[in-house]
């Protein structure tokens, strides 16, 4: 209940991080112990540049900085905080003088001005570079690519930086037959003792030692990939996490399932590298989009907060939105739902916890063109329902005549439905309980506190949505 008080209290209006004309795109946000840093990419000016911004938990902000400019174009910034300095990976379409596309990391100072003699720079980027802070260096996970003509092979690498220089500590073997090999490196997450890295070869752990050989360890899968629903010939086509935290020595991680698009799962990693809960809990975002940069997550006050972009509507009157998902300590979902947002348009999200608050970010176009808004947040506001335009048939509202109730449960939608559709009934661990048919034209039914297998469901809270999921979630109690 205390808690609660203080989400209340806290719960607060958007900040305006950067309204520059122009578009502002790509935010990322991290903390440095007093106060959060914000960059993203700027197009105030001929070419895209990285700015930066500092935020602190009272909603204060300072002005905003070019960090970092070069010839040419730099996009999609990512920023880790270290001890004294920050590390900042940005992608850019030039290198020297020839137009071809590179990736660099560049090292801040405790103002967020940039080290200029720390900038290195690697042709043909292929993914993502992703910095990521460990003991004592910062690690440099990438994909790096080569132009062979006919061919663009791709090779997944991480280092750690020392003073400033890439130290290769792993390379990810790919298929022989080919030079360079072809895999990649998706990211990584530090659990205050190893460095989790998830590549084409499965998960791998490494140390925060310039010298090692990290073959000593192998490859593995924290879970059978049947599990996940991801077939082995064809694991590496899929990107296995798209977003992970650290609770204590415990990395938390949201993935992709292979069972049918847009399916998710969050699981909690132990220091052994298996899962310590028994079985994931798994989302179905339904038409949500979920590209690599589009999901973020952060824990702190023992919670976890999510925040995906999603999307509402059919092409071409789709629009985008932020839907967040709130998972206790102990992996029970708390809520989830649409995030209260602006007029216009919100994307791009990304969290970071400080001392005793979130800040999430995004980029929304309410004034127009594209700007960085931020919260300062405790646990989510939800509007309840997207305010974003949707075409009529996405336009639903689902109800229930109470909120609490033991033997019968009234569900109904706002309008008739075009097509047939199933009502999802999920427990608080996500697992589908009961789907229940609705024909075309029908607009409500009964819910007997039945599962599928028709036995009775336990006491406790259950979450209610039609199965694509384009109508906001209602959450009910059975006694
Ligand atoms: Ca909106
Ligand atoms: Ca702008």
Not at 207 to 233: C, I, K, M, S, V
Not at 392 to 409: A, G
């Amino acid at each position: 209940m205390f808690l609660f008080v203080l989400s209340l209290i806290t719960n607060s209006v958007d900040i305006p991080i950067c309204t520059a004309p122009g578009d502002q795109l790509y935010p990322d946000v991290c903390w440095d112990g007093e106060a959060f840093w914000v960059v993203w990419q700027d197009g105030r000016d001929d070419y895209w540049e990285i700015y930066i911004s500092k935020i602190y938990e009272s909603g204060q902000t300072e002005e905003p900085k070019s960090v970092y400019s070069i010839e040419g174009n730099l996009t999609e910034p990512l920023i880790v905080s270290g001890s004294d300095t920050f590390c900042l990976t940005f992608h850019s379409d030039k290198w020297d003088t020839m137009s071809i596309p590179a990736s660099g990391y560049v090292l801040l100072d405790s103002t967020g001005s940039a080290l200029e003699s720390t900038c290195r720079k690697r042709i043909y980027d292929a993914g993502p570079i992703v910095p990521v802070m460990c003991k004592d260096h910062f690690a440099i996970v990438a994909t790096w690519g080569w132009d062979y003509g006919i061919e663009f092979p791709t090779e997944g690498e991480v280092g750690l930086l020392n003073e400033g220089s890439f130290n290769r500590i792993l390379v990810v073997p790919g298929d022989t037959t080919i030079f360079p090999c072809m895999s990649f490196a998706e990211s990584g997450v530090w659990n205050g003792e190893r460095l989790l890295c998830y590549t084409s070869e499965g998960f791998i752990w490494l140390r925060d030692t310039l010298e090692q050989d990290p073959h000593n360890d192998e490859y593995f899968y924290p879970r059978e990939p049947a599990e996940l629903g991801w077939d082995p010939d064809y694991i590496s086509e899929v990107p296995l996490v798209v977003a992970t935290t650290r609770m204590d020595t415990v990395i938390a991680m949201i993935g992709r399932c292979d069972f049918e698009e847009n399916a998710f799962y969050f699981d909690l990693i132990g220091k052994q590298g298996s899962p310590i809960i028994e079985t994931p809990l798994f989302f179905n975002y339904g038409s949500f989009l979920n590209w690599y940069r589009s999901t973020t997550i952060a824990y702190g006050n023992g919670r976890f907060i999510s925040v995906v972009e999603a999307k509402t509507g059919e092409f071409p009157m789709t629009a985008l939105s932020l839907w967040g998902v709130e998972i206790d300590s102990d992996v029970t979902l708390l809520t989830e739902g649409d995030i209260t947002g602006g007029p216009g348009q919100e994307m791009q999200p990304a969290i970071s916890f400080g001392e005793n608050h979130f800040l999430l970010v995004w980029v929304d176009n309410r004034n127009g063109n594209w700007d960085i808004y931020g919260r300062i947040l405790d646990s989510l506001e939800y509007s309840g329902i997207s305010e974003s335009p949707v075409t009529p048939s996405n336009q639903q509202v689902i109800k229930v005549d109470k909120q609490v109730f033991s033997n019968e449960l009234l569900i109904s939608l706002s309008s008739p439905l075009q097509n047939d559709t199933e009502i999802e009934i999920r427990d608080v661990a996500g697992r589908t309980v009961r789907e229940i048919r609705l024909d075309a034209g029908k607009t409500s039914c009964i819910w007997d506190g039945s599962t599928s297998e028709g036995s009775l469901t336990e006491s406790g809270v259950y979450f209610i949505s039609p199965k694509n999921k384009s109508s906001k979630t209602v959450k009910v109690v059975k006694f």
